[in-house]
């Protein structure tokens, strides 16, 4: 498994697991459970959940799955910008340690920038360290300008957690260097692209051609994560609710994608040549 390193020290799998949709149906629980537990199992130990997901139905979900299993994984959840004042989040983390059955959250991520202001966010997560409740945390849906003011206030954060697939790849113009020099470990949402065209992208399916894993031919969807998993230091969360989907993303650390591959994918997918916005979901 290819490994991303924190400017804490800690080493972790470049490949974990979302959440987001999950424990929304009764009839899909047991297969999302499973698919959650054969992800930890092959190595996938980064959880991503939410207190927002399913008005914490995805947390209530991964506390069923990593009850006994806990100190295999590295859990993360966020709080809404909404409920990220000094006592919200108190209150906010307290309620989703509860949901996941746990003493502790690894890394607890403010979802996106709110209201309140970023320092009472911030005095509010060095409160939940200082106590144990959260081991670290970190940003979501930062952008530049969110992200030089967070440098105005604190070294602390350790991640920032943002849209990166192949048709939302303007962070390359900027923030993904910047996030890299600071040692803010970039977590790439919607990989896949939510499942939607990228996986059905007739370039895709031409790089595909022309790879292999252990378990046979390569899917588009395998690709799109290997493209992602390029990127030093950055770490993909794609979401699986199945465990024949959780296998098909764990093998696309097999897959090495040549400089042929890149510039086909550069061509169906142009690059950033100036700033946009964060594209957010
Ligand atoms: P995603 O991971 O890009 O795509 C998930 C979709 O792809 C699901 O429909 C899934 O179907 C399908 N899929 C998974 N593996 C597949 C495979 N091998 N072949 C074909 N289809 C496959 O999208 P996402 O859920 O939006 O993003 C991933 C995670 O990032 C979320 O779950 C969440 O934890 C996080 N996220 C964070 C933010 C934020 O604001 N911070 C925003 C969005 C997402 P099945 O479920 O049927 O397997």
Redesign the pocket.
Known sequence: MRTVTLKNGKTLPALG??????GDSQSRRGE?IA?LQAGIEAGMTVI???EM?GSGR?ESLVGEAIADLRDDVYLVS?VTPSNASYDGVQKHCRASLRRLGTDRLDLY?L??RGGVPLSETVRGMEQLRDDGLILDWGV??FDTDDMEELDGITDACIAN???Y?LEYRGTEFDLLNEDRERGVMT??????????D??SHPAMKDVAKGHETSAGPA????I??AWVLRQKNVM???????S???R??VL?TEIELTPEDLATLDRAFAPPRRKTHLA??
């Open positions: 697991m979302g959440t987001w949709n999950i999302e698919s991503d959940t939410a997901y995805s966020k991520l979802h996106w979501s849906n957690q943002v849209l697939n977590m790439a949402y919607s990989p896949l692209g939510q499942g939607g990228l996986l899917t588009t969807a395998q799109a994560l993909a969360i794609p979401k699986a609710g199945s024949k989907h959780l098909e993303n696309a957010m979901i």
